[in-house]
């Protein structure tokens, strides 16, 4: 059944949205970019109507996701559950995020390979921390070994982490600060070996620098 666009309004709170009324009444709130084609006094059927909405609720999931990963880096995990939080329809969300992949916002290789060039650089952490905190934002194993090998060696990111911590432990004594720096090392999962090595080098630069 064809009915007549009447009138178009945007709204006062969202100047990029427009009030429709079909027949003197009210009948829906769109995006503009959504209803660009419509005009005041053209027919419109409810299949259209209803095709127009669905569209409409596509563009605001998309808008919602475009806005969430501007901050930062996400996951195609994180976003999922952004938009699953805000209750929008199973099947808009796959398409919004099939669109993301396409457009290449969203990659999970690139996502896991950042991540851990960034944690590297700040705030070092054993390969099995990595692992994860990339797992808990649903990041592939497969991937995750991928990302890792571009990483640098282990033993390199224990010695990185505990030269941070040498001045914060410098007063104390041998027994002491190799207690304080176990600590540090198990807490980012570091292996025993890992952890043996790396304070056994902390502690010779220690005595030198105490001897100089």
């Known amino acids: 059944m064809e009915k007549i666009i009447t009138a178009l309004e945007p709204q006062k709170n969202n100047p990029e949205r427009i009030n429709v009324y079909i027949d003197d009444q009210f009948a829906f709130g769109i995006s503009c970019f959504v209803g660009a084609w419509l005009k005041r006094g053209a027919k419109i059927e409810d299949a259209k109507i209803q095709e127009l909405l669905r569209e409409d609720q596509h563009e605001k999931a998309l808008q919602r996701a475009l806005h969430y990963i501007a901050y930062q880096p ?4 994180e976003v999922v559950d952004k938009l699953a939080a805000a209750e929008i329809d199973e099947a808009i969300v796959d398409e919004v995020m099939q669109e993301l992949r ?6 999970d290789q690139r996502f896991a390979q950042d991540w851990i060039e960034s944690r590297c650089a700040s705030k070092p952490r054993s390969y099995r921390f990595f692992s994860y905190e990339l797992k808990r934002k649903g990041i592939s194993e497969e991937k995750i070994d991928q990302a890792l090998q571009a990483a640098p060696p282990e033993e390199d990111l224990a010695y990185k982490l505990g030269r941070k911590y040498m001045q914060r432990y410098a007063a104390l004594n041998d027994d002491d600060f190799k207690k304080k720096m176990q600590g ?24 030198m620098e105490e001897s100089e």
């Open 184 to 207: 540090v090392l198990a807490r980012r999962a570091f292996s025993y070996d890992v952890i043996r090595q790396t304070i056994n080098k902390l502690n010779l630069e220690r005595k």
């Open 102 to 107: 396409e457009k290449n916002y969203l990659n």
């Open 74 to 77: 996400r996951s195609e995990k």
